[in-house]
């Protein structure tokens, strides 16, 4: 989040770059997961180098943060 935030800053493109890079899927990946990971890998470095894209990606990001979130707690709750 931190990365796409400061996207102005030039070295955080880069940094983002490594991120992504280093998601990539090992060699026990299947080549189907591979390609679905470069199709991801790419959509989200485009994103992040258009303003509207990257504004509505750090959305969509926090939205799912949430939703996770709350999802464990409720999980946490019924465990007490």
Known sequence: MELLI???EKI???RYAYL???LEPDNKATDEQKDLYHEFSKQMYQWMQNDKDC???ITAIYIYAYL???KEE???AKIR
């Open 6 to 8: 400061n996207r102005d």
């Open 12 to 14: 955080n493109l880069a």
């Open 20 to 22: 992504l890079a280093r």
């Open 55 to 57: 504004k509505e990606l």
């Open 68 to 70: 996770t979130r709350e």
């Open 74 to 76: 409720d999980k946490n």
